[in-house]
């Protein structure tokens, strides 16, 4: 295929991609805006949280969105807005909401647990274990859906991280057991 006949393909099809992952990151900002929303009401109910390690690849979708708002800014000046929309997402995701998400607290609060990969409601959480490998790190097993999530806690806080899940226990907000991981035949409180 020639170059005469590649730029035709192109000039059609370039506009259109980046179209479809503006839907897509549409779709990422309104989950992610959702998250900070639920996270500013919550945080006042926060029983232990601490401040979650950065992505490891923070500083490469920072460069990314300045690169997104550098080409954002030449199609605005261009005079091109309306062939912008993939660009702009992609902007708001890396530029605005990713950085601010990194900025939610992880761990327990009145109403669930944020682990690493989200919020989990105690009444959802079916197991737990520990798993310490150089890392303390809490696997949160969901009886509702098939998922596992983790939540790394600080060694300064294992012992206060424990107290909570054995309080939640006796308070009848976590209830082991069920579908999940099963960890054993001991009572719930031993199992935390």
């Known amino acids: ?51 979650g390690p950065r992505p490891v690849y923070y500083r490469l979708n920072i460069l990314l969105a300045v690169t997104l708002g550098l080409l954002l800014a030449a199609k605005l000046v261009r005079q091109e807005p309306d062939r912008a929309f993939g660009e702009a997402m992609m902007f708001v995701y890396y530029g605005c909401l990713f950085p601010l998400s990194t900025r939610i607290a992880r761990g327990f609060y009145r109403d669930g647990v944020w682990s690493d990969s989200g919020f989990m409601r105690w009444a959802q959480i079916s197991a737990i274990s520990w798993k310490e490998d150089g890392r303390i790190t809490l696997i949160l097993i969901s009886h509702f859906r098939n998922i596992a999530r983790r939540l790394e806690v600080p060694a300064n806080l294992y012992g206060q991280a424990r107290r909570v899940l054995q309080d939640k226990v006796r308070e009848h907000a976590l209830r082991m057991g069920g579908s999940g991981l099963d960890l054993g035949s001991r009572s719930d409180d031993d199992a935390v």
């Open 1 to 51: 295929m020639g170059s005469d006949t590649f730029l035709p393909w192109f000039q059609w099809g370039a506009p259109r991609v980046l179209m479809v992952l503006g839907v897509g990151f549409l779709g990422a900002n309104l989950k992610v805006l959702a998250d900070l929303i639920k996270y500013r009401q919550r945080r006042q109910t926060a029983l232990l949280t601490w401040q």
